[in-house]
């Protein structure tokens, strides 16, 4: 069985992401996630239009609807759990997202320094 993920990168319980999308890869409206998410979606992000243009660049289309797979396709300003490396590629790239980071699994941690995550956070004082 699967272990779930749900501390936040101070190890505190994680807040929700979304619930306007269900977001997550549980899509449980938070960036819980299992040890089988190979994709790490652990990034709380409030995307924005240059990073949805770079990830459909990418090859992750995050626009166009899905009803198949009940996804609405995003729009500037959703929170949507996003990919550690995707976010960090963007990082690299200069279109990343904000990012809640009370909202952000631990186990970006994993793969993105925590003080680059703050540096991005809106949701510290």
């Known amino acids: 069985m699967d272990k779930k993920f749900n501390k936040n990168v101070f190890g505190e319980t994680i807040e929700t992401c979304s619930n306007e999308t269900m977001t997550g890869y549980l899509r449980n409206g938070s960036c819980e996630t299992l040890d089988d998410d190979v994709g790490s ?38 929170k949507w759990c996003v990919c550690a490396m995707r976010w960090l590629e963007a990082v690299n790239d200069d279109v990343a997202p904000p990012v809640l980071v009370k909202s952000t699994n631990i186990l970006a941690l994993e793969v993105i320094d925590i003080n680059l995550l703050k540096k991005y956070a809106i949701d510290l004082s």
Do not use: M, Q
């Not at 992750?60 to 729009?75: A, C, M, Q, S, V």
């Open 41 to 78: 979606h652990t990034v709380c992000a409030i995307v924005t239009d240059e990073f949805l243009k770079y990830s459909k660049r990418k090859g992750n289309d995050l626009i166009t609807p899905r009803p198949e797979f009940e996804f609405p396709g995003l729009k500037e300003g959703d």
